[in-house]
């Protein structure tokens, strides 16, 4: 066997919370998997009294963002500073904070220069537990911990490759590093869904290959050692079925799986070697219009966990944590957000065709529906057979034609069944079929988001075609690409002329 694989073998735990039964759970404090929560991605790796993450190498300012503390010295290795951490996170009403986790297995007996610099993971996390202990023997709340896995480590770590996360030993890496986390943290202060503790897992493009049995190895281990499950939430470029799934990058714009991501904004000026990227802040405007897409959500159909992102991420400038430069304008937004998201409140877009029951477009005349051009779906204006329509640019690769509903007609909710009439062009082609936003969340790649339609009857190549289709779990969410539903072509022209979208059962439209 490989040396490697026989290391990782004998890697103990790194705390002391393991060998859990059952029983020990029973009455563990949970979030239930139909409640809305607000959790925050933490992170904990700053030491400003010796520089780490506060100075680059060449001691220039490593942070876009400076924190507003008083409290001495910024460092994971000080309960103080935790304390004031999650008593400003309770400010912001934020429910749970999911602690960024570099940790190695074995890391606390290696001398390599890797696990050295990420021995910041298991102190920072020892140092929490002391304050939650104190806090447990007080009878004091705590605030739950779940585990943000940033599977960078699967790259990054003392044995300097690639962890192959299809063989035993790699998938036994995998796990490990969820058990070590889950072992310094003291059970009662686990952030649960359904009783089962949080991972949420950052991108899978680190390790060297990845099976679709990882998911249930690692809940069937972690079982075994902690008496309990675990509730996956996996990046969406994943393989495998995960409890929820989730988009790193929310900090750009909200994101919608069935875990949402919403932030403030973004700018990593302070990060080297990096090409600019700045998404302004607008003085809280960007975060408020990202909650704000979320709340015109039904509550019916959006999903009940929303990650902020972050709490602390200073590099990149996407904190809502008290800065310098902010103030604590961020966490009264959030603390305002996460009392609206957990009382239920909705607030649809309203509009120039609220309360219509059919919307419709032609190329010069738009009611209510916009042909999107895409990455995989560019458009340009066109005649075929003496009739004006968009057809694919065939300078552009792409087989797609996007078409999105006005929010103010219908924005996702559940709808009833929908009437799609498409006037499209057959001049040959193999196949073709629509693929829209469902309400089916296990219909398709994000939750459902490009649901396989009804298909094209077969080419005649007769030219100009209507067809006519009933939907009935539309959900017009914008998740289609930034749409509602798309026209597939297979070895043909994709060509439209008109589009008219009816909710059935409704009276005449207006």
Same mark, same amino acid.
């Given at each position: ?201 950052? =991108?899978? #493009? !680190? ?12 809940? $069937? +281990?972690?079982? &075994?050692? @902690? ?35 919403? =932030?403030? #904004? !973004? ?12 998404? $302004? +802040?607008?003085? &809280?405007? @960007? ?56 009382? &239920? ?166």
């Amino acid at each position: 066997m490989p040396l490697l694989p026989c290391l990782l073998a004998l890697a103990l735990p790194a705390g002391p919370y393991t060998g859990l039964v059952p029983a020990d759970h029973a009455d563990a404090p949970t979030f239930r998997s139909d409640e809305p929560v607000v959790g925050t991605h933490f992170f904990y790796w700053y030491k400003q009294s010796t520089g780490k993450h506060w100075f680059d190498y060449d001691g220039s300012d490593a942070l876009t963002d400076h924190p507003l503390y008083r409290g001495g010295d910024y460092s994971y290795d000080r309960v103080e500073w935790w304390a004031r951490q999650i008593e400003t996170m309770r400010l912001a009403g934020i429910d749970f904070m999911a602690l960024v986790y570099w940790g190695l297995p074995g890391m606390d007996d290696s001398d390599h220069h890797n696990a050295r610099q990420l021995a910041w993971s298991n102190i920072g996390a020892r140092t929490l537990a002391e304050l939650v202990e104190g806090q447990l023997k007080r009878g004091e709340t705590v605030m739950p911990v779940g585990m943000f896995y940033d599977t960078s480590t699967l790259q990054t770590n003392q044995h300097e490759r690639k962890v192959d996360l299809t063989a035993e030993w790699g998938k036994e890496w995998f796990y490990e590093t969820i058990r070590d986390f889950f072992s310094l943290i003291p059970p009662r202060a686990w952030a649960r869904i359904d009783g089962n503790p949080i991972v949420i897992l950052y =991108g899978a #493009g !680190y390790a060297e290959r990845v099976g679709a049995d990882l998911f249930g190895y690692a809940k $069937d +281990r972690f079982r &075994g050692d @902690f008496g309990v499950g675990l509730h996956i939430i996996k990046n969406q470029d994943w393989p495998g079925e995960a409890d929820d799934v989730i988009s790193w990058g929310g900090a750009l714009g909200p994101i919608l799986n069935t875990t949402a991501a919403v =932030g403030p #904004g !973004y700018d990593h000026s302070a990060v080297p070697h990096r090409e600019p990227l700045i998404v $302004d +802040r607008e003085g &809280g405007a @960007f975060y408020q219009r990202g909650w704000e897409s979320l709340l015109a959500r039904h509550p019916a159909v959006r999903p009940r966990l929303v990650m902020v992102e972050t709490w602390n991420e200073l590099h990149e400038g996407t904190e809502v944590a008290p800065t310098a430069e902010h103030g604590y304008r961020y966490v009264h937004l959030t603390r305002q957000y996460a009392d609206l998201w957990r009382s &239920g409140v909705y607030r649809p877009p309203t509009g120039l065709y609220t309360g219509a029951c059919e919307v419709s477009w032609r190329p010069l005349g738009s009611r209510g529906i916009e042909v999107r051009d895409a990455a995989d779906g560019p458009v340009r204006g066109g005649h075929l057979d003496g009739r004006m329509c968009l057809e694919s640019d065939p300078t552009r690769d792409g087989r797609f034609i996007y078409v999105n509903v006005d929010r103010s007609f219908a924005f996702d909710a559940p709808m009833g069944p929908v009437e799609l009439e498409l006037t499209y062009w057959d001049g040959g082609y193999q196949r073709g079929w629509i693929e829209y936003d469902s309400l089916d969340l296990t219909a398709s790649v994000r939750a459902g988001a490009f649901k396989s339609g009804p298909s094209l009857p077969p080419s005649t190549s007769e030219g100009w075609r209507r067809v006519t289709f009933q939907l009935d779990d539309m959900r017009f969410g914008d998740r289609c690409n930034r749409a509602d539903l798309r026209l597939v072509i297979e070895g043909g022209l994709p060509a439209i002329a008109e589009v008219r979208v009816r909710l059935l059962g409704q009276p005449e439209a207006r």
